[in-house]
Structures are given as structure tokens and as C-alpha cells.
DNA sequence: ACAGTGATTTTGACTACTCAAAAATACAAG
DNA sequence: CTTGTATTTTTGAGTAGTCAAAATCACTGT
């Protein structure tokens, strides 16, 4: 009676990658969902057929899946747990921000909802993850902002990271280690289109370069209010969100 | 290749109906087994079958079930993040001991090792949960206490409570209601046979009579040391375990 | 219009777990 | 012994989820 976890992941990576597609897309493609989720294409096909059975997604053959209302009420509580865990294992258990996502994907679920209550007001009902990924609200609300990325922001002006759209350890190390956590100042010195890099300048006035590819994942709050706001400089850890 | 939660569940309740047994018995009835998971007994033998050949358990067709010394280890693991967890949640959440088991039974097999050490390192490498039962340690070894019942204690004298064996919330809520939890002081007055009952008289000097049944889930600890060591007066609240 | 290519769906099969009901077994009493 | 009862095992079947490989479809370029 309560979903299992497969279809609690499916309904999860169909959010999620809707959310990635092009504008204007609305219909992920089977294929995107097989690989996210690491399974055969023919295996997430029959269990779409039998989510848009139930209810829970739009199912059009050919051209891909997406959640109905009943669909995206599930997925968000499922990231609404998996996000709380993740900050909780960060602020209460001491881990890293790089280690705690597959514990969390576990977590996700079995922590029951008194269990995630306990959690989200132990936390003061935190309004982001450690990778500034945003908490859905307890009925199933979902805000997403829009950010820019170190791609497309400004050039010449302090920008805040708002958040890191990779879970891989590694990258969130090397993103840490170069002062990008969400919450930390940054600005764009300049961009090679021909090199396909970026020029960066971190709080402690270091210079440095990314990638295209790796600029593309930080999202950032080019706002003035969120740049004042941000630890004005001696930013050696992320501040917390709010 | 990581054991199924179900193997998991199989492991832990061979291990502890076999604990349950009466002197001298060391095979478990399928029938007790199959109840205490809550399956059908054509369920149970199935799966004991597939168990002893993975090497996890010993099976006498119509004789009963126990477990090898690699199933032992196994069941010793979960019972060890079952435990932590349920210690945890009590100590550091808030939760009530009477509320934390049917969390606890799931989180049991999600839990990383990662985790698991953290939650031990974080609460001092405990003995005993909320319930008193005894932790097993990293490495798969349990030291089972011996202790006396309310049932079967010297009359006339204080004794500490080590131990409540039974999970169920409406019980353990009456035995928290009575100074009864793990670490509190009670005597026994007198006992009746013929009536079934026994007569207590708790920390607070009040006296109240507890049926043979119940008396029989509460294991104390008889030795004068145990009653010396215990809160001496002013327990209001059990103390903590160590 | 039409072949080629890549994505998608279908098919057939398999694993893990489960149940209901029938068959077999153990055991205690007569 | 022999029968009755309770327990256990066997049988047949079903659900959830998965894969490999074959069949189908959509689309691109000619
Ligand atoms: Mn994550
Ligand atoms: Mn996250
Ligand atoms: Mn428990
Ligand atoms: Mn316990």
C-alpha cells in the first residue's frame, strides 16, 4: 500500500530530470530516465506503463513521461526526506557534503514521518540542502528558484553560489576546496568562448579556471542583496543557508 | 550481494527465537519462526532452505533452525545498527523509548557502516539500548548478562532493573508509569501463586501488583552492587545505561 | 519517397519473495 | 499397533522488478 522504493525512485528522477531538460520540454525520454536511474530501457518503459496506470505520471510512447499532480505531491516529500536527511547528516552527524547523498538515497525511504518532523525542527525548518538544493514543504510545495549560472552571470561583479547541481564526491571536494559552497562569494574576471573556460576570483583573491562544463553546474544568486548578505570575506567554510 | 533486507529479517528473529527457547533447546520450530516474521510457515521453510544453503543457518527439516557461526555474525550486525539506532534516536532525537522500535526495524537495514560508527562514537560506545538490551559490538560479538525476572528474584530485596523484553509500546509505557525502566530500583514484597501475581513496592516506596506475565518481561540485576550503583532515591526518570 | 540510424517498445525469461491449500510427517493417546 | 491432531513441507500460483535481444517506430538526410 505505501509505494516501494523503486517507485519512489522512478517518480524522484522523473522530477529531477524534467527539470533538466531544454526550455520548453516538459517530457523526459525514456532513455534519459533508463540511465538515471540504471536500468535497462525496456525495464523503465513497463514500469512506466504501470505508474501511468496508478496515476501518478503522463505516459506518451515515443515521446517520454512526466508526474501528474498525484505524481509530484510523492516526489516532492521523497526530496523533502532526502533533502532534510542530507542536511542533518551534515549539521548533526559531522559528514561531509560530499559523502552524505548516498546514505540519503537510502534513507529516503524508511525514515517514517515523525522521524522527519523530529529532524526538520531540529534544524529550524531549513529551507536547503548542503548542495542548496531546495526542501519541499510538508504538504508537497516545491519553490525552485531561477539562478544563473557562473556560464551566463555577469562579468565583473560579486556574485553568491546558491547551488551545486553534481553530487559526485569528487567534484563537490574540488568545489569545496576552491571556496564554491553554497553561500560563498565569487566573481567572474573573465570568459574564454574559444578556450571554453572561465576566470574566476574567490573571496581570498585567488584566481582560478574552470571549465564550461564545470562553470554550467554552479548556480549563482546574482543579486546585490544575496552578495551583501554573503560572509563578507574571511569565507573559509560555507555559511549555513536560510 | 549485500544481503536483502529480508534475509536480514530472517537472520535476526532465528537469532533471537532462539534465545527465547527453553533450557536445553537450540533449534527454532519453523512455526515460532514463521509467526514472528509474520509469514506463512510454507514461507519460512522456503526461505530457511535457501539460508542454509548460502552457509547462514543450520536446517532439520521438521526439528527446526540455527544459526551458523556466519549467520550469527550477520544477525549480530543488524541487531548492533538496530540497537545504536534505537539508542539514538531516544538520546540525541528525543524520541520515547516506547516509539523508537518500529523505526528502528527499518532503519536497520539501511544504515551505512559510515553512519553507524558515527552514531557509536557520538553516544560513547554504549552497552545496552533504551530496552537494556546488550549492543553487539563491530565485530559481531554479543555478551549476553544472565539475569533474574521479577518472577524468579530473591523477595525483600532491591534489585535494578536491567532489562524490559517486550517491545510493545502500550507495555512499555506502563512499565515507565511504574519506575520500571532499565536502571531503576523496585523490591519485591511477596508473591502469590495462587493468585499469579507479585506485590512491588517501587523507588518512590509506593507499592503495586503486577501480574506473573508481566512480571516475567522485567530481568533485574540481583547483585548488591548493581542496587548500590543504581540512583538512589530521586529517580524520577530511569537512568542512563552504560 | 526511402533507407539508415538511434531510440523505444515488446517479448520471453529469470530472481526473490510470498500465499493458500494439499500432502506428508511427527507424536501422543488409546 | 492405530488413529487423531498439530506441525511442517510441498505444490502451484502470483506479484514486483529486472534483463537481453528482437521488433518497431521516429526522424534525418538524400
Ligand atoms: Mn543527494
Ligand atoms: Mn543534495
Ligand atoms: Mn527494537
Ligand atoms: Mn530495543
Request: charged share 25%; glycine share 8%; hydrophobic share 40%.
Amino acid at each position: 500500500m505505501p509505494p516501494s522504493s523503486t517507485v519512489e525512485n522512478y517518480l524522484k528522477e522523473v522530477y529531477l530530470g524534467v527539470g533538466r531538460l531544454p526550455a520548453g520540454a516538459t517530457l523526459l525520454p525514456m532513455g534519459q530516465l533508463a540511465s538515471a536511474l540504471g536500468v535497462a530501457p525496456g525495464t523503465a518503459t513497463t514500469m512506466v506503463k504501470a505508474l501511468a496506470e496508478s496515476g501518478l505520471v503522463d505516459y506518451e510512447p515515443y515521446n517520454g513521461v512526466r508526474l501528474t499532480a498525484a505524481g509530484t505531491r510523492l516526489a516532492a516529500t521523497v526530496l523533502r526526506r532526502h533533502r532534510l536527511v542530507e542536511l542533518f547528516l551534515v549539521q548533526v552527524m559531522g559528514m561531509r557534503w560530499d559523502e552524505v547523498h548516498d546514505d540519503a538515497e537510502h534513507l529516503e525511504h524508511v525514515v517514517s514521518d515523525r522521524l522527519i518532523d523530529r529532524i526538520d525542527e531540529m534544524l529550524g525548518h531549513p529551507e536547503t540542502d548542503p548542495h542548496g538544493d531546495p526542501i519541499p514543504g510538508k504538504e508537497g510545495t516545491i519553490r525552485e528558484r531561477h539562478f544563473e549560472t557562473l556560464l551566463t552571470c555577469p562579468v565583473g561583479t560579486r556574485v553568491v553560489v546558491a547551488r551545486v547541481s553534481d553530487q559526485d564526491p569528487v567534484f563537490l571536494r574540488f568545489v569545496e576546496r576552491h571556496g564554491l559552497k553554497p553561500g560563498q562569494v565569487v566573481s567572474v574576471e573573465a570568459r574564454d568562448e574559444v578556450a571554453d573556460a572561465v576566470q574566476l576570483r574567490g573571496a581570498d583573491d585567488a584566481t582560478f579556471t574552470l571549465g564550461a562544463r564545470a562553470a554550467s553546474k554552479l548556480l549563482v544568486d546574482v543579486t546585490p542583496e544575496a552578495a551583501a548578505a554573503a560572509t563578507p570575506s574571511s569565507a573559509r567554510d560555507a555559511a549555513p543557508r536560510r
